[in-house]
């Protein structure tokens, strides 16, 4: 395909997608606005005639009723009426009104639920609309309902003028774009690159005494500018641009190793400045608040100061890229770590109506590992149950002891995980949250930490049922 009928596809095919949403978008706006009037205005007359009629009704006028209806029909025509006793029996109606099953049933239910309906019958191509209230009196004592149907004939024809407005104005916009793209293409596009390719075949074929008529001021007269020098060096030039054409391979070669190395450098500063900065303004108000006089507070302070600690820790390992730190273990009561997140974590499921339980069982339930990675461990595995799990629900952490295993179970009621999904958990990268932003790495971090602490992961679901995760830690040995 030739690159001006490209450009002239390209042209129709952007002025299609941006005519059609605007005509779209047009149309349904103005069948909003259309019924949106058309229910304000029914709204209007409905209920100037549910005070008339109720009035009357009230006071046993039946004949006001008549002459009210007969009023109605020389104003509007078209428009149908009907008046129900509370039983819903018609009572009255306008001059050639008929009833039907619709009409009755949205009187009836006015009636019953005491409160005014508005539908349009039917709802994807409405052909009327209907209006029904209640009539009660000013002791609340129902007398009856009121229905009024009016067709939708004019909003049909307004919509159908502006719909064959849009298609006629998008048709012009297609001859006039496609005329006007095959001229300027032909004229400034094919006429002189077909030139350009007539010399380029006799260079091709040995040629070098062809030239290209110049003539344009443009970027392809520039271009045949170019290649009539290209032709005048070529030959005398041939050795010289392999030699540098070798040298800048090599140096590009170098540049990108450059700015990979400057890439990466400039990435871990960057987010090591952007954590580290508001994190010492966190540390530095946190710090402060150790000394208040209220303990809630200064226990909550102390969990901050122990949080952004090892958050600094972290910070720490990202400008050490590429020389990670081995876990630093020791005798650690696992309840502890454990804890401090659920801490940290409880405000966080309030917000989502999320029940968080901790229960930590009896006994000892020590281990040998770092602090800050069974945190991390276990601040992992909750923040996935809180994504995972559905207002309303509920997340169980619990630790237990059991042949010679201090075992830390993580179990949500959201909506599980699929058996093909779970081949893959803790691989890296790949995460079922991409959409909310989800990164993949938080179970590839919980099982390269349970793996430096010879700890087992497994997961435990049924789609519908939520998931368990289960981490379960070596007893640490008491010789």
Sequence with gaps: MSIRFRFTLALITVGVVLFGTYSVWSYRSERDDLQTAATKEIRIVGRSLETSVGHALRDQRGHDVDQLLAALET?????????????GQPIAHSKGAELDTVVEGLAARAATARTELVSFEPTDEPARLIFAAPLVADDGTLLGSIAIARPTDDMTEDLARTRNRHIIALVAFLIATLTTGLVLGTLHVARPIGRLLEGVRHVR?????????????DEIGRLVDEFNSMIDVLEDSRAKIEREAE??????????????????????????????????????????????ADAEVKRQAALLVTQCDRITRVVEQLLSFGRRKAAVVGPCDLAVPVREVIDL????????????????????RSITGDPDQLQQVTLN???????????????????????????????????????????????????????????GLGLAVVKAIALEHKATIDVHSTPGNGAEFVVAFPEASHD
């Design 75 to 87: 104003l509007a025509p078209n428009v149908d009426i009907h008046i129900h006793d509370p039983a």
């Design 205 to 217: 074929e040995g040629d070098f005494r062809m030239r290209v008529r110049p003539g344009r001021h």
């Design 247 to 292: 040298a800048r391979s090599k140096l590009e070669e170098g540049l990108q190793r450059v700015d990979k190395l400057v890439t990466i450098g400039q990435l871990s500063a960057g987010l090591a400045h952007e954590i580290g900065s508001p994190l010492q303004v966190l540390s530095g108000r946190a710090s402060a608040l150790l000394d208040h």
């Design 345 to 364: 974590l409880a405000g966080e499921a309030r917000r989502r109506n999320v029940s968080l339980a901790l229960d930590v069982g009896e006994g000892s």
């Design 381 to 439: 595995l909750v923040r996935n149950a809180l994504h995972a799990t559905p207002s309303g629900g509920t997340i169980h952490v619990r630790i237990e002891r059991g042949n010679r295993r201090v075992r830390l179970r993580v179990k949500d009621s959201g909506p599980g995980i699929g058996v093909e999904a779970q081949a893959h958990l803790f691989e890296p990268f790949f995460t079922t949250r991409s959409s909310e932003g989800g990164t």
